[in-house]
């Protein structure tokens, strides 16, 4: 093989093909031609065919490891901050080991893309180099010092004072946390519509700000001053009085309004300020009354719905003519016996729902729902978490399968006294399991406190389903379990790798899966116990090996095991566990496959002595590893920021 170099082009020939195909001669004069034609004319002079791509220098990717190294030495950083680079630069200006005067020289250069590296430091640079990047007048850059918390509030005052005022900057400004009050007070005045906006929504914002906000001629920015909990009472006082209803509305809506602006709103001309008025948690008692006779119907449901109204208005709710009222009341958690009972002899269906869903009705209400005509308030009175038994035990036989699947999953009624479930239940949730719904069957299952006999027998059920609850039910004791875990459904057996109490046995037998992705699961989970990784580690499946080489509860003992794999996914992962000895990361790092030997690179246990041995690799992302080896000494460092190693034939085929 011959190697020509010539204007940045690596072109490698076979002599003695070339010489066959008659292309020798012309090559012979190429040389002599190429020396009189400019070097860009010179590269097209070539063929597609004789012109070889470029390949990035393999000394590049390690110069970029090394500066990206937040172990690297001051003076090496230094340097590469002048490397020719802009990759290696990029990663200097990025590294929070970098010295302040050698970012601030970077700060200084043309380079947005350094300046975006310098902004993106977890060390922020100091104030005079971010002034010096504002001056750059980059939109970007601007934006990016602008947003971000820990800027100097004088950088900030520079922007918000600065010729460039992007919207998104103005943005990123506001959004800053910690913008002083003078950058806030300026974008109130200079900000556009998005960015006042939000500003008027910010709970933070200072009393100043907040008043000229409310005066802003933008609809939507006054409405979001008066729905804001900081805005001041005399503010809110204001807004009540603004000529568009919206802002109004918002204003009854705050939890600050002074009762007599609520007062004022109440006879809002716009039902839906009344209707913001009578929610209002402040509003007083005398307008609530009030609003509780007023003819639109939205009003008095905000009424009925209001915890602060008083039981008597809430008794004469009660028997309002529309559906909608009565139902906002027996939603209401103040009313009293009085109003109750009368809703509870209501017989409309939308009333009836929510009646039953209370807690605090009487014995005879319950019942007389338990017998109500309608599917949807009979089960949800199954769900009633004070469900006599005795109703239990008769809705279990309805012949609706939602209602008794309500029962099936109603937790509450199950935890009785002590912990004890009641014994006259117990009967009625095993014929539950044994329903020919198999809705039904899913809800018992799924019922953290069902019996354990009756999660035993649904263990045996024939409806995937109905054993995926199973499987995810907390309360679901390991004998069981592990009758689900050789359950003929994969769906059935992933899920039991959701859980996070499941015993040892269970995750032994899971280990013994022939589903390839279940183990592989079963290896990545980190709550997985040693025992059980340790097994997963001999299975036959390279793939499974290679997960559970990677586990962090691998012994030193097992990884040995592992050491030769036939697999090199699996010894990679070996050399990589942080866990693996010192004698095995030496075996591995003289392993003929490249990505092996990268993984002992990429150590953070590989001892200083082998790192150094591997500096020297012949593989650049080997020596790139050991740049980026937080575990690596000054000198190895040292050394590799001198890397200067090129291509000179190109890859193995296998990194192509």
């Known amino acids: ?11 490698s020939f076979s002599l003695s093909i070339l010489a066959t195909t008659g292309v020798m001669p012309f090559l012979s004069q190429l040389p002599a031609l190429a020396e009189n034609i400019p070097g860009e004319r010179a590269g ?17 990717r390690v110069r970029v490891a090394v500066a990206q190294n937040t172990r690297t030495p001051k003076e090496i950083l230094t340097k590469l901050a002048k490397d020719e680079s802009l990759t290696v630069r990029q990663a200097v200006a990025q590294n929070p080991s970098t010295p302040p005067e050698v970012i601030d020289e970077l700060a200084g250069t043309a380079d947005e893309v350094v300046f975006e590296a310098l902004l993106r430091n977890s060390r922020m640079p100091q104030a005079a180099t971010l002034t010096k990047l504002t001056k750059a007048g980059i939109p970007k850059v601007l934006e990016t010092i602008g947003s971000n918390p820990k800027t100097p509030p004088d950088v900030l005052h520079g922007l918000v004072m600065g010729p460039v005022h992007t919207e998104f900057l103005l943005l990123s400004l506001a959004r800053n946390p910690n913008a002083p009050p003078d950058v806030v007070m300026r974008l109130c005045k200079i900000g556009d519509r998005l960015v006042r906006t939000f500003l008027s929504r910010q709970p933070s914002i200072s009393k100043e700000a907040i008043t000229i906000l409310s005066q802003d001629g933008d609809l939507g920015v006054r409405a979001f001053v008066a729905i804001n909990s900081s805005a ?27 009762a007599a602006s609520l007062e004022l709103l109440s006879k809002d001309d716009k039902a839906e300020v009344r209707a913001a008025t009578a929610l209002c948690p402040r509003c007083p008692t005398a307008v609530l009354t009030d609003l509780s006779k007023d003819a639109d119907d ?35 958690p103040g009313i009293g016996k009085e109003a109750l009972d009368v809703l509870c002899a ?5 009333v009836s729902q929510v009646v039953a869903a209370r807690p605090d009705i009487s014995p005879e209400s319950f019942a007389k729902l338990a017998k109500d005509k309608s599917p949807m308030v009979r089960t949800i009175l199954a769900m009633n ?15 609706v399968p939602s209602v008794r699947a309500a029962v099936a999953s109603n937790s509450a009624i199950l935890a009785g006294s002590e912990g004890k479930i009641p014994a006259d239940l117990e009967p009625v949730f095993a014929k539950l399991g044994q329903d020919a719904d198999e809705f039904v069957r899913q809800s018992l299952a799924g019922n953290a406190n069902a019996p354990k006999q009756s999660l035993a027998s649904l263990s045996h059920d024939q409806c995937a389903s109905v054993l995926r609850s199973l499987a995810l039910n907390p309360q679901v004791p390991d004998n069981t379990l592990l009758v689900l875990a050789q359950s003929p459904e994969p769906a059935v057996r992933h899920e039991l790798l959701n859980r996070s109490n499941a015993g040892r046995e269970v995750l032994l037998k899971l280990a013994e899966d022939a589903d390839v992705e279940l183990k592989r699961r079963l290896a990545g989970n980190p709550q997985v116990p040693e025992d059980v990784v340790a097994k997963l580690a001999k299975d036959s499946d390279p793939s499974v090996r290679a997960v559970a080489a990677a586990a962090a509860k691998m012994s030193k003992e097992s990884l040995s095991t592992m050491v030769s794999d036939q697999s090199r996914f699996v010894r990679a992962k070996v050399a990589a566990n942080p866990n693996t000895q010192a004698a095995d990361l030496e075996k591995l790092a003289k392993d003929q496959d490249d990505l092996v030997r990268q993984s002992v690179a990429g150590n953070p246990s590989a001892g200083a002595g082998l790192l150094t041995a591997l500096s020297a690799d012949k593989r650049p992302e080997v020596r790139e590893a050991v740049a980026l080896n937080p575990s690596a000494t000054t000198e190895t460092i040292k050394l590799l920021s001198e890397d200067s190693e090129c291509w000179l034939a190109a890859p193995d085929s296998r990194y192509r």
């Open 44 to 60: 097209r002079m070539l063929t597609p065919q004789l012109q070889a791509p470029a390949l990035p220098s393999p000394s590049l």
């Open 232 to 258: 001041p009472p005399e503010v809110l006082d204001a807004l009540a009085k603004d000529s568009n209803f919206v802002v109004r509305q918002a204003v009854a809506g705050n939890a600050n309004t002074p």
């Open 385 to 399: 978490p004070r469900l006599p038994a005795d109703l239990a035990a008769e809705l279990a036989k309805d012949e």
């Open 298 to 332: 939205n009003v008095r449901i905000a009424v009925a719905s209001n915890r602060a109204t008083p039981q008597n208005v809430l008794a004469e709710l009660a028997k309002d003519k529309r559906p909608g009222v009565r139902a906002a009341v027996a939603v209401n």
């Open 346 to 350: 209501d017989s409309t269906i939308a």
């Open 1 to 11: 093989m011959r190697v020509l170099k010539r204007h940045g082009f690596c072109l």
